[in-house]
């Protein structure tokens, strides 16, 4: 039997109502299969986007590093045995430009010795072997190639100046030169005679004079075919020792691809 106690202040006779989340402040129920917004709907919802709202700031946890793929590096071709290779073939290339240089200027006081011996004093400021690796240099840029080198001195990449001056005939210079000796023999011999001045004289002193030109020809010739000599060796030599740096370079650039080939895993 149930007891009315509505007649008491304060009391009322209505069922309690049962204790549940909905009496929780900010818990709202749901009925099954309504999409509401009950505890387990909040809770899975929190769970399933991990934010946090601080005022106007939200922030997101920052995603796990991924595992990117490392771009393939460049092949570096210049290794230890390629820089030495390099320098060896530059030092090689260097000590035989070095070395014709010298045969150069050697020839050159050479001749300047055999045209003194020949009694010819050439003009002023005559050069007898032009610096071989400058003309070189100069005709690099130009259309004829090193390999095109010919003989002749029309191709000749270097450019020799043609002797100038004359012959000391007087010995004004040098008394015992050639040309000096022999036009005083030959005076003293139609002196003797008493023919200094008839044609014989003349005869014998042209034929004498132009034995003395054939002579500074056959050096001309001399001098001119040991310049393109040297410069044709000069540029062969540069040539190889261009082809030696491209393949030390392809052997280089070789050993890089092994190198990273073995280093991926092929």
């Keep these: 039997m149930a007891v009315d106690l509505s007649y008491l202040p304060g009391v009322s006779n209505s069922r309690p109502k049962p204790a549940g989340p909905s009496y929780l402040p900010g818990v709202a129920t749901s009925k099954p299969g309504q999409g509401g917004t009950g505890f387990g709907a909040q809770a899975a919802e929190r769970f399933a986007k991990p934010t946090q709202t601080l005022g106007n700031i939200t922030s997101t946890p920052a995603p796990a590093p991924s595992q990117q793929p490392s771009a393939p590096r460049p092949l570096n071709w210049r290794d230890a045995a390629y820089n030495a290779q390099i320098a060896s073939i530059q030092r090689a290339l260097q000590d035989f430009e070095t070395g014709a240089t010298t045969r ?139 082809e030696r740096e491209q393949q030390a370079q392809r052997d280089a650039m070789m050993r890089a691809a092994v190198s990273a080939a073995g280093g991926a895993g092929f």
Excluded: C
């Design 104 to 242: 150069g200027e050697r020839y050159g006081q050479d001749f300047m010795t055999g045209l003194r011996g020949l009694g010819y004093r050439p003009a002023e400021g005559f050069q007898a072997m032009p610096n071989v690796l400058e003309q070189l240099d100069q005709t690099k840029a130009q259309p004829m190639a090193m390999s095109a080198l010919s003989a002749e001195a029309d191709s000749a990449p270097v450019s020799m100046t043609p002797v100038s001056g004359g012959f000391d005939l007087e010995g004004e210079y040098d008394p015992y030169s050639a040309a000096a000796r022999g036009t005083r023999g030959t005076r003293d011999e139609f002196a003797a005679r008493g023919t200094l001045r008839s044609s014989d004289f003349a005869k014998t002193f042209g034929e004498f004079q132009n034995r003395l030109q054939k002579q500074l020809d056959a050096m001309e010739t001399s001098r001119t075919r040991f310049g393109q000599d040297l410069a044709t060796e000069v540029a062969q030599q540069r040539t190889q020792s261009q």
